[in-house]
T-cell receptor
Framework: AQTVTQSQPEMSVQEAETVTLSCTYD???????LFWYKQPPSRQMILVIR??????QNATENRFSVNFQKAAKSFSLKISDSQLGDAAMYFC????????????FGAGTRLFVKA | DTEVTQTPKHLVMGMTNKKSLKCEQH?????MYWYKQKAKKPPELMFV???????INESVPSRFSPECPNSSLLNLHLHALQPEDSALYLC?????????????FGPGTRLTVL
């Protein structure tokens, strides 16, 4: 069975600085998809960024980028120029090519942004 | 319109009550999901509907009964719940075709069982 591990329950970053959230996963599959979701306090969960495992190039969305290391089964999220609005719970998630739309979430990392 | 709506926002019910949660989307998504989320925990998948048919049931107790009456609506019927069922219930939807497709989440219904 696949597992997703986020080893940092909480992280803190100064506004305008850069922070990296860690995620590792375990799978025996070769085709899969990885996601980072953001859940602000009392607000809807939204997709931040996603990566197809067969693509070597790291995904980037504005201030958000990932470091995808397939052999190491690592999928970290880098947030550049952190803003107060980035404060949220961040979940790393895994989906199998043949998983029938089942999403496996990590435990989450709470990010605090200091002004 | 990229919105998933859920009603009610909050629900308090007794263990003998029957209530329903409602979810709606108008994005043409044919995959719809129910998740349960306890405080400070990740969402746990409960059910997945594909083309209005139940495709995944994660061994959820029968006191939770899902229903997908059409391609835009998803209901979760609740009966004889336990206090440990108190949680945030999230609905989500996505396009069919690829697991890469983005899931759109609703704001959730916060359920308290007394």
């Amino acid at each position: 069975a696949q597992t997703v591990t986020q080893s940092q329950p909480e992280m803190s970053v100064q506004e305008a600085e850069t922070v990296t959230l860690s995620c590792t996963y375990d799978t025996s599959e070769s085709d899969y998809y990885l996601f980072w979701y953001k859940q602000p306090p009392s607000r809807q969960m939204i997709l931040v960024i996603r990566q197809e495992a067969y693509k070597q190039q790291n995904a980037t969305e504005n201030r958000f980028s990932v470091n995808f290391q397939k052999a190491a089964k690592s999928f970290s999220l880098k947030i550049s120029d952190s803003q107060l609005g980035d404060a949220a719970m961040y979940f790393c998630a895994y989906r199998s090519e043949n998983g029938g739309f089942k999403t496996i979430f990590g435990a989450g990392t709470r990010l605090f942004v200091k002004a | 319109d990229t919105e998933v709506t859920q009603t009610p926002k909050h629900l308090v019910m007794g263990m003998t009550n029957k209530k329903s949660l409602k979810c709606e989307q108008h994005m043409g998504h044919r995959a719809m999901y129910w998740y349960k989320q306890k405080a400070k925990k990740p969402p746990e998948l409960m059910f997945v509907y594909s083309y209005e048919k139940l495709s995944i049931n994660e061994s959820v107790p029968s006191r939770f009964s899902p229903e997908c009456p059409n391609s835009s609506l998803l209901n979760l019927h609740l009966h004889a719940l336990q206090p440990e069922d108190s949680a945030l219930y999230l609905c989500a939807s996505s396009q069919m075709g690829s697991p890469y497709n983005e899931q759109f989440f609703g704001p959730g219904t916060r359920l308290t069982v007394l």
